[in-house]
């Protein structure tokens, strides 16, 4: 669907690590590109490498073998046009919502202006939040703590946004809902999402793309195009085009599995 | 419930009632903060201060409390302020300083795994040494001023600052610490603005763990040598055979500690509301 340059690109990409108990191969010839403002979700059995995609695309982790490269550049360090959202909201504790989202930039740089001020109170509104930018994040909810969190993500206007299984912590319907909430912000502003999850539905509903990994060590095994029109919504979660591609990924997942 | 038209049943309910608001009250009342513990101390003295009068109980083996309420008349009002003031700035100046060396050295620790090997051993060796043993010899080696028994006093304090804080600069969630990576922040303001907040819960309990101890190591010190203090004071009180006046010094130190401790507690209240443990607003 999206076009251009390779906003992603992993060519021949290994992982291993050194643990107390030797070497563990996470990942083995990943080949894969992601393009320029695609969705692409992550799907795979637990421990099978999908967050050491991810870190390796923030330049947290160097790979062991192949590149990974963003925007036709080797990944070497972490970039400043990446933001990232983890599975758990992690805010800091002692820091209200709005000094929350701008914690990066206090973080890197030091400082952080009127103006930086008001660009976290517009993005606190985009994902529904206003008017909670002097609560401390005990006060709010896990859905809403990781509203803040994608706020935080998105502060430095980054390209890219890298989401290891945002949602995975959340209740059911808070998920859906956040899910929704998410393609909405993506559609405003288009950006490059790699998206990781467990669930085969939120994949679907969400992604341009799919991508199935298998079990340890961690290689790509199918690579699907989500072909739902867009704006998709709650409409888009009875359709009979999403049951078949749910379908498939469930049984492509389960026959591994077995 | 069905209502009783009947005279006689609604006011045996009225009495019910009555007699229910009255064990709410008791029950209340009875859950009152501090009131359990302040009835058993009470209790406990007035046993205590009985079995001295009724079992003649010498003043060297227990003095009752009434004696050793009369063991604070035995010297001025400005003699007890010069001692307890003796005592607590030595506490306080070693206690600082305890934190001024611990803290540098947590993050040391915290931040490498080569270091943390290399010194921890002899932090143990340190902190397995009795500091009522080496006392002494530390005041041979440093003299008869303040700064011996400052030395002491560090010495006592600071192996529970150090780990409890090396064990909070740890306990920060990875995620942050990768967000600040990802970041490219420099160290300093990881550790400023990311671990050390998230250390405070485990600095303050070390904080109000060696508070306590820094007068302990404050009256060790006064112990081997000092003309002043409440240490010199109890020591010099029992060599004159006025047990009622060292308990009198005892009291002092142990108001001093819990008074200390209390602060300790209030400051973190105050300024890191958000570290103490969970109570729904």
């Known amino acids: 669907m999206a076009s251009g340059p390779a906003a992603i690109r992993f060519s021949g990409v290994g992982q291993v690590f050194a643990t107390g108990a030797g070497a563990l191969e996470a990942l083995r010839g990943v080949e894969t590109s992601i393009a320029r403002h695609e969705f692409v979700a992550v799907l795979g059995p637990s421990g099978c490498g999908k967050s050491t995609l991810l870190r390796l695309v923030a330049g947290l982790l160097r790979p062991t073998r192949g590149a990974v490269e963003v925007f036709d550049l080797k990944v070497t360090e972490p970039r400043d046009d990446i933001g990232i959202v983890f599975q758990k909201p992690t805010l800091l504790p002692w820091a209200n919502v709005e000094d929350n989202i701008v914690f990066p930039l206090r973080h890197k740089t030091g400082r952080v202006d009127a103006q930086d001020r008001e660009r976290a109170r517009a993005l606190l509104a985009k994902v529904g939040l206003a008017g909670f930018e002097e609560r401390l994040p005990a006060e709010l909810s896990g859905g809403m703590q990781q509203r803040v969190g994608i706020a935080r993500a998105l502060l430095m206007n980054p390209d890219i946004l890298l989401m290891d299984e945002p949602f995975s912590a959340l209740d059911a319907l808070t998920r859906e809902e956040m899910g929704f909430e998410l393609l909405r912000i993506w559609e405003a502003q288009p950006k490059t999402v790699l998206f990781i999850t467990h669930s085969i539905s939120e994949a679907v509903l969400l992604a341009d793309r799919v991508l199935v990994m298998s079990e340890r060590p961690g290689r790509v095994i199918e690579d699907l195009a989500i072909e739902i029109d867009r704006p998709r919504g709650i409409e888009t979660s009875n359709d009979k085009v999403m049951h078949d591609y749910v379908g498939h990924l469930r049984s492509l997942l389960l026959k591994r599995a077995a | ?281």
């Open chain 2, 1 to 281: 419930m069905t209502m009783s038209d009947t005279s006689e049943a609604s006011s045996s309910n009225a009495q019910r009632e009555e007699g229910l608001t009255w064990r709410l009250a008791a029950r209340r009342a009875f859950h009152a903060p501090g009131l359990l513990p302040a009835t058993t101390f009470i209790l406990v003295l007035l046993v205590w201060e009985a079995s001295c009068r009724l079992f003649e109980i010498p003043t060297f083996v227990l003095p009752a409390p009434s004696r050793i309420l009369g063991g604070f008349d035995s010297i001025a009002v400005a003699r007890w302020i010069d001692h307890v003031w003796a005592t607590l700035r030595v506490a306080l100046i070693g206690y600082i300083a305890s934190i001024a060396i611990a803290l540098p050295i947590a993050v040391l620790l915290a931040r490498s795994e080569i270091l943390s090997r290399a010194i921890y051993p002899i932090l143990v060796v340190v902190q397995s040494t009795p500091v009522v043993a080496v006392a002494p010899i530390i005041i041979v080696a440093l003299g008869s001023g303040d700064l011996p028994r400052v030395v002491i006093t560090c010495l006592i304090t600071f192996f529970p600052l150090v780990v409890s804080t090396t064990t909070g600069l740890m306990a920060t969630p990875p995620e942050l610490i990768e967000l600040s990576r990802s970041l490219r922040a420099p160290i300093i303001r990881e550790i400023t603005q990311i671990r050390f907040p998230y250390a405070v819960p485990y600095i303050f309990s070390a904080l109000r763990i060696s508070v306590t101890l820094a007068v302990i190591g404050a009256v060790v010190a006064e112990f081997v040598a000092a003309d002043k203090g409440i240490g010199y004071f109890i020591q010099f009180s029992t060599s004159m055979f006025q047990v009622q006046q060292a308990w009198a010094g005892l009291v002092v130190l142990v108001l001093l500690s819990l008074i200390l401790f209390q602060i300790v507690t209030l400051a973190q209240r105050i300024w890191f509301p958000w570290s103490l443990p969970k109570e729904r607003t």
